[in-house]
């Protein structure tokens, strides 16, 4: 258990709280440029430079490299500005969540389903 | 004074533009959520509002975390749908009622609820996806609300119930335009999870209890915190908060004109749901 679950106690859940936001400040707000297109061309064509003018932590900046969302999100990213991170790469909320769940797309799709019987 | 015709929750779910953009309403994975407009399209026919109050939350379009209120009030001339950076399409902007924003914003101060006005203000999917799903082939001038479930501690559900109560009895005094007639959109919820190992939580029995007490007793949910809205809703489930604000707008008793739950839309139980006033 990480020490937001032991601050808020919801297992598998980091609530985005002041904590968070100073620790990911600089990955989160990294993450928000790319809602400018100029911004996720400059990301892929240099990823190494764009992430050093936000000043990711060592951490941080292997999550990037490793596309590792459970590692973003542990090292401060918020789920509204890692999906502009994601965006980048064409991937969808299933793939995240299957990502994120250990499970393929489709059990992570059939999972849904469940939840709706 | 100004009439208040009733109050609209609807999901936002970003897949939803994808899928008006090809076209998909009949299929069989979106025709269970599409088909639930109808009944709200003969509904707005029916009463024909002249502007919308749009309760939502920013997803990182319009705040950063530099800046983060917990409510605020577009008072803008128009809105602007920006680039959300992963790819869908982006729409015309929608006019504004900047007269009806700075007469919420009097009242509301004037109650003591300390907002942040908002002249230029962009909009995401919460707003472009209620207004494409609601007006399909237009729309009406809006007033978005809103409401922070970005960054914790979000307002209470006792306090977006206040919020939503006050913004209600402002239309209500609203008197530049007599018979101006005004619907109120809820945006989000119901129960969804997008990330972390409990990504694709979804709670139907709380969605059902919740959505039953909007109806006779609206103020059931504010004896949750937010800690126990994040654990029963998932932690974008939070934006039932909305839904409270839409449903407090309206005051005492209502009726409920038409109501829709399928679950899953993408990663989320889809609601939609009209209550008007009871005569
Ligand atoms: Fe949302």
Same mark, same amino acid.
């Given at each position: 258990? !990480?020490?937001?679950?032991?601050?808020?106690?919801?297992?598998?859940?980091?609530?985005?709280?002041?904590?968070?936001?100073?620790?990911?400040?600089? #990955?989160?707000?990294?993450?928000?440029?790319?809602?400018?297109?100029?911004?996720?061309?400059?990301?892929?064509?240099?990823?190494?430079?764009?992430?050093?003018?936000?000043?990711?932590?060592?951490?941080?900046?292997?999550?990037?490299?490793?596309?590792?969302?459970?590692?973003?999100?542990?090292? !401060?990213?918020?789920?509204?500005?890692?999906?502009?991170?994601?965006?980048?790469?064409?991937? =969808?909320?299933?793939?995240?969540?299957?990502?994120?769940?250990?499970?393929?797309?489709?059990?992570?799709?059939?999972?849904?389903?469940?939840? /709706?019987? | 004074?100004?009439?208040?015709?009733?109050?609209?929750?609807?999901?936002?779910?970003?897949?939803?533009?994808?899928?008006?953009?090809?076209?998909?309403?009949? =299929?069989?994975?979106?025709?269970?959520?599409?088909?639930?407009?109808?009944?709200?399209? @003969?509904?707005?026919?029916?009463? $024909?509002?002249?502007?919308?109050?749009?309760?939502?939350?920013?997803?990182? %379009?319009?705040?950063?975390?530099?800046?983060?209120?917990?409510?605020?009030?577009?008072?803008?001339?128009?809105?602007?749908?920006?680039?959300?950076?992963?790819?869908?399409?982006?729409?015309?902007?929608?006019?504004?009622?900047?007269? #009806? @924003?700075?007469?919420?914003?009097?009242?509301? +101060?004037?109650?003591?609820?300390?907002?942040?006005?908002?002249?230029?203000?962009?909009?995401?999917?919460?707003?472009?996806?209620?207004?494409?799903?609601?007006?399909?082939?237009?729309?009406?001038?809006?007033?978005?609300?809103? +409401?922070?479930?970005?960054?914790?501690?979000?307002? @209470?559900?006792?306090?977006?119930?206040? #919020?939503?109560?006050?913004?209600?009895?402002?239309?209500?005094?609203?008197?530049?335009?007599?018979?101006?007639?005004?619907?109120?959109?809820?945006?989000?919820?119901?129960?969804?999870?997008?990330?972390?190992?409990?990504?694709?939580?979804?709670?139907?029995?709380?969605?059902?209890?919740?959505?039953?007490?909007?109806?006779?007793?609206?103020?059931?949910?504010? $004896?949750?915190?937010?800690? =126990?809205?994040?654990?029963?809703?998932?932690? $974008?489930?939070?934006?039932?908060? %909305?839904?409270?604000?839409?449903?407090?707008?309206?005051? /005492? @008793?209502?009726?409920?004109?038409?109501?829709?739950?399928?679950?899953?839309?993408?990663?989320?139980?889809?609601?939609?749901?009209?209550?008007?006033?009871?005569?």
């Amino acid at each position: 258990m !990480g020490e937001n679950t032991e601050r808020h106690g919801i297992p598998g859940t980091i609530i985005f709280d002041g904590a968070e936001a100073k620790r990911g400040y600089g #990955l989160n707000k990294m993450c928000f440029s790319f809602n400018e297109e100029a911004n996720r061309n400059a990301f892929l064509a240099d990823e190494d430079g764009y992430c050093r003018r936000y000043g990711l932590t060592d951490a941080q900046r292997d999550a990037i490299r490793g596309r590792d969302v459970l590692a973003l999100l542990e090292h !401060g990213g918020h789920p509204y500005y890692l999906a502009k991170f994601a965006g980048i790469f064409h991937l =969808d909320v299933q793939d995240l969540g299957a990502m994120q769940t250990g499970l393929s797309k489709e059990e992570f799709k059939a999972r849904l389903v469940e939840a /709706g019987r | 004074m100004a009439r208040i015709v009733g109050s609209i929750m609807s999901t936002h779910v970003p897949a939803i533009a994808n899928a008006l953009e090809r076209h998909d309403e009949a =299929d069989p994975y979106w025709k269970p959520f599409f088909d639930g407009y109808e009944a709200v399209h @003969s509904w707005l026919d029916e009463v $024909q509002p002249d502007v919308a109050v749009i309760f939502h939350n920013d997803h990182g %379009m319009n705040f950063f975390l530099d800046k983060m209120p917990t409510f605020a009030v577009g008072c803008a001339p128009e809105y602007r749908h920006g680039d959300e950076g992963w790819g869908i399409p982006t729409v015309d902007p929608y006019p504004g009622h900047p007269d #009806l @924003s700075w007469h919420l914003v009097e009242v509301l +101060v004037g109650d003591e609820f300390d907002i942040t006005t908002c002249q230029e203000m962009l909009v995401d999917h919460a707003v472009t996806n209620p207004m494409k799903l609601l007006w399909p082939g237009g729309g009406v001038p809006i007033v978005p609300v809103t +409401v922070n479930t970005v960054m914790f501690p979000y307002p @209470s559900a006792k306090r977006c119930f206040a #919020l939503g109560e006050a913004i209600g009895r402002a239309i209500s005094s609203y008197d530049v335009e007599p018979d101006l007639r005004v619907v109120i959109v809820g945006s989000g919820g119901l129960s969804h999870q997008l990330e972390g190992k409990r990504a694709g939580f979804i709670n139907k029995s709380f969605d059902l209890r919740f959505v039953e007490s909007l109806t006779d007793d609206p103020r059931w949910v504010t $004896q949750f915190s937010g800690e =126990d809205l994040v654990k029963e809703t998932g932690s $974008q489930g939070v934006e039932l908060l %909305m839904w409270l604000a839409a449903r407090a707008a309206l005051g /005492g @008793s209502v009726r409920r004109v038409t109501w829709n739950y399928h679950i899953p839309i993408s990663n989320t139980a889809a609601g939609t749901l009209v209550l008007e006033p009871a005569a």
